[in-house]
Structure formats: structure tokens, C-alpha cells
């Protein structure tokens, strides 16, 4: 057996205290899998005396984590502190100028910054590994990097966001509105420091692009990315979704097309029969779509202490083994730039909800402006008005096959520029299978 891998650990939250306790539990395991001892031999955190329910008595605590990062004492530098600027920056690119290599869980860093970390790990000749980044306990990185080797990508989406998924879900099954299922993810732990990171997809868009990097062999590009929010969704589209057939997910979705790789986070009709639907509550999912194995999805815990503290465990292990992989799965000059595929010549179905001004011929100057952009509709539903609403508005939901976005927008301008809506129409994207 090997000498040990000495590991610095640098935050020492949830995650930071399972990592330390599955390496104590699972010590003799991963000794035998990776052929030599893995010990904690440093540690920093803001709190030096909190107790956390782990033993660091053996390992040097450093106020400084860009200390700890380029200190002697360690071979290996987890950082577990979060933020893409800021002291995970320094502390990770101190450990990695200093030729150690680097286990993270911070997609916003990698969103940020990836491409010049792995240039600088590949400058030094050390790992940069990144599985619990992305879906927490699900190892997707390693999938699409070694599993999938052989084959050529088409798409890959997900539910990369269990705040998000927990909220539509509660929604969904409890008829509860927005605010309440948010406080309820919040209470329980789920969502960021600052929520809106979560329900304004910005979270997913973050991991998106890791996973967008290495199912295409592209250079990171977290500043292409279309993102909206589930912040409009109400009761009502859920409501409507479920009598068509759909359920509402919030999406990343990264994929081909003739006019370049898209990347978009949105709320999204999944039909109610897709593996992805079936997936509620706080669990995330990803779906690959490949040349060799079509279609593969994989379904599991997003977040939580134990879960992500497996993917960086499953890192820690493949360095100590001397696994070196690049970084996005190709050197960083073999990278290349992707190139943009524009929003709005998205092709796909849309589900358009209108609150319609409830009089003579107002559906059938509707159904004109969808027509006259040559969008044909799949289905139509318009509700009577209550009894004692006369002359209010009405809902119409409306079902597109496949157009592109642009059409659709134009479509939603005329109509309302026509004054046949009484409030700006909800618009949410079908993902097919
Ligand atoms: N806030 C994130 C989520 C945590 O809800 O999925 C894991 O990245």
C-alpha cells in the first residue's frame, strides 16, 4: 500500500462535516479501492470551536483556507466553501499554483472561472474534479465523461434544482400556492442562501454549462445561457398542464441543433408518461440523449450532506488511485468555442395560457394571429366565465405543435397589441422525449 493521501478540507458545513465522517466510516473501504490510506490532515472553517458531530482533533485547523490550500501538510485541497469569487477562488487556485490537486462542489466557480482552473491544473499536471457540482449524489460528471465516451451527444436536461422541483411538486400535489411551498424549501434547507439564486434558475444554469462542457467538448459558456424562473408559474398552469397531459419542471436543457448549441433553463410541459416526470419532491434527474445508448437518465438525491459528500468522496478516491482526468473530459486547447443557438429560432411546442376579454370574435382574431404565422395548434381549451364575472376576462390555453420562438412571440405581441387579453400571456416551452 501507498503513502496516505494527505486531504485539506475547507468549509465545514453540512456537506464539509459528511465528507469528514464518510472518510472516518468508509476508511478502510477506500483505503483498499484507492491502494493506500486517505487521512484529514487539515481543516478550515469561520468557527474553530463549533461543534459539528465530527473529530478534526487530528487534523491542523488554519483560519486561512488560502493557507491551508498551498500548505505542505496536504496532497489534496477540497473546497467545500462556495462563491465564485472571493476565498474559494484564491484558496483553489493557491492550491493548484501550488501542484496539489483540487476536489470542489462549487458550480458557480466552475460557471465562472472552470476553463481557466483546468488550464491551470493542466499546467501543473494535477486533477481538478468537480462530481458533486453537479446533482449532488448522482455521478453524472463521470458518466458523461468516461461512461459515454464513445458516443456522440445530442442533448442533455435535467432537474438540476431540488428547491425548484420541491416547490412545483408541492404546488402540484397540495395545491398550495408559490410562496408557501417556497418557505417550506426554505425551512427545510434546500434552497441557496439567497432563494432567488434557486427559483430564478440561476443555480441550474450554473450546473447546466458544466454539463453542457462536457457532453459537447466546449469550451464553458455560462454566459450563453437563456434562463427564466419559476416565479410565474401559478396554480392555474399547473392545473392546466395536468388536464393536457403535462407536468411543469423547471429544465436545463442543453442540445444541438443546425444553428448551434442551445442553452436554456425554463419551466417546461414534460409529457406526464417521461421518466423525468415521474420525478418529484427535492430529487434531481438527468437525461441523456446519445447515438449509442439513445436515451439514459439518471434519478437521485440533488443536495444534502451525505449525498453530495459521496460525489466528493468518489473524487477524493480516484485521486488518490492517480486518475488525472482533463478536467471537461479533453485537454483545455481541444476545447472548442460553442456556438450560440439563438432562443428564438428554438423549435418545439408551446403551451400558451391567455386571459382572454370574453366577447364576440375575440377567438377567432386569436386563432387568426397564430394562424397567419403559419402555427398550428394541437389543442384548444377555453373555459366558461364564472356567473358573476360578465364581460371579464376568460381562460384560453392554448397547445402548439412544433414552431419556432420567434413565431410564437410575434403571435403573443399581435394579440396583445389587439387588446383581446386583459394580462400578459404565460408562455412556458414543451420538452419531448
Ligand atoms: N439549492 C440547491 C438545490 C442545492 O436546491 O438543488 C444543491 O445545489
Known amino acids: 500500500m501507498g503513502e496516505a493521501l494527505r486531504v485539506g478540507v475547507a468549509g465545514l458545513g453540512t456537506v464539509g462535516a459528511s465528507v469528514i465522517r464518510m472518510l472516518e466510516t468508509q476508511s478502510q473501504a477506500l483505503a483498499a479501492r484507492s491502494g493506500r490510506a486517505v487521512r484529514v490532515t487539515g481543516v478550515s472553517a469561520r468557527d474553530r470551536t463549533k461543534d459539528r458531530g465530527v473529530d478534526i482533533a487530528g487534523a491542523r485547523f488554519h483560519e486561512d483556507p488560502v493557507e491551508l490550500a498551498a500548505s505542505p501538510d496536504i496532497d489534496l485541497f477540497v473546497e467545500l466553501i462556495g462563491g465564485d469569487e472571493g476565498p474559494a477562488r484564491q484558496a483553489v487556485e493557491a492550491a493548484l499554483d501550488a501542484r496539489k490537486s483540487v476536489v470542489t462542489a462549487n ?40 461512461g459515454l465516451a464513445g458516443n456522440s451527444i445530442e442533448r442533455v436536461y435535467g432537474i438540476l434544482n431540488g428547491t ?10 397540495e ?20 432563494p432567488t439564486f434557486d427559483i430564478g434558475g440561476f443555480d441550474t444554469a450554473h450546473k447546466l454549462a458544466i454539463l453542457a462542457s462536457l457532453a459537447f467538448g466546449t469550451k464553458i459558456a455560462a ?10 408559474i401559478t396554480l392555474a ?21 443546425e444553428h448551434g448549441i442551445e442553452q436554456r433553463v425554463h419551466p417546461t410541459m414534460v409529457p406526464k408518461s417521461s421518466a423525468i416526470a415521474q420525478v418529484m419532491g427535492v430529487t434531481n434527474a438527468v437525461t441523456i440523449d446519445a447515438d449509442a445508448v439513445h436515451e439514459l437518465t439518471l434519478v437521485g438525491p440533488g443536495a444534502g450532506g451525505a449525498a453530495t459528500a459521496s460525489a466528493v468522496v468518489a473524487d477524493i478516491s480516484d485521486i488518490a ?35 382572454v376579454h370574453d366577447r364576440p370574435g375575440a377567438m377567432a382574431a386569436i386563432a387568426a394571429r397564430v394562424a397567419e404565422r403559419g402555427i398550428s395548434l394541437e389543442s384548444i381549451v377555453q373555459r366558461a366565465r364564472r356567473g358573476d364575472s360578465k364581460g371579464g376576462p376568460v381562460p ?33 416551452r ?3 422525449e
Request: proline share 3%.
Open 107 to 146: 458550480k458557480a466557480l466552475l460557471a465562472k472561472h472552470g476553463l481557466a482552473l483546468a488550464a491551470l491544473a493542466e499546467a501543473h499536471g494535477v486533477a481538478l474534479a468537480f462530481e458533486a457540482s453537479v446533482a449532488g449524489g448522482i455521478p453524472i460528471v463521470k458518466t458523461l465523461r468516461e
Open 430 to 432: 414543451i420538452e419531448r
Open 175 to 194: 395545491n398550495m400556492p408559490f410562496d408557501v411551498c417556497l418557505k417550506e424549501a426554505q425551512n427545510l434547507g434546500y434552497a441557496e442562501a439567497d
Open 164 to 173: 425548484c422541483n420541491y416547490i412545483l411538486s408541492r404546488m402540484e400535489t
Open 321 to 355: 488511485k492517480g486518475v488525472r482526468s482533463a478536467p471537461f473530459g479533453l485537454p483545455c486547447a481541444a476545447l472548442a468555442t460553442p456556438t450560440r443557438g439563438e432562443m428564438q429560432r428554438h423549435e418545439g411546442g408551446y403551451y400558451i395560457r391567455l386571459s
Open 396 to 428: 384560453v390555453v392554448l397547445i402548439t405543435y412544433a414552431t419556432t420562438e420567434r413565431l410564437v412571440r410575434e403571435a403573443l405581441d399581435a394579440i396583445a397589441a389587439g387588446g383581446l387579453v386583459a394580462e400578459r400571456p404565460q408562455m412556458i
Open 223 to 232: 454566459d450563453k445561457i437563456d434562463v427564466e424562473g419559476i416565479e410565474r
Open 237 to 257: 398552469d399547473l392545473r392546466a398542464a395536468d388536464e393536457l397531459g403535462y407536468r411543469i419542471k423547471l429544465l436545463g436543457v442543453a442540445q444541438r441543433t
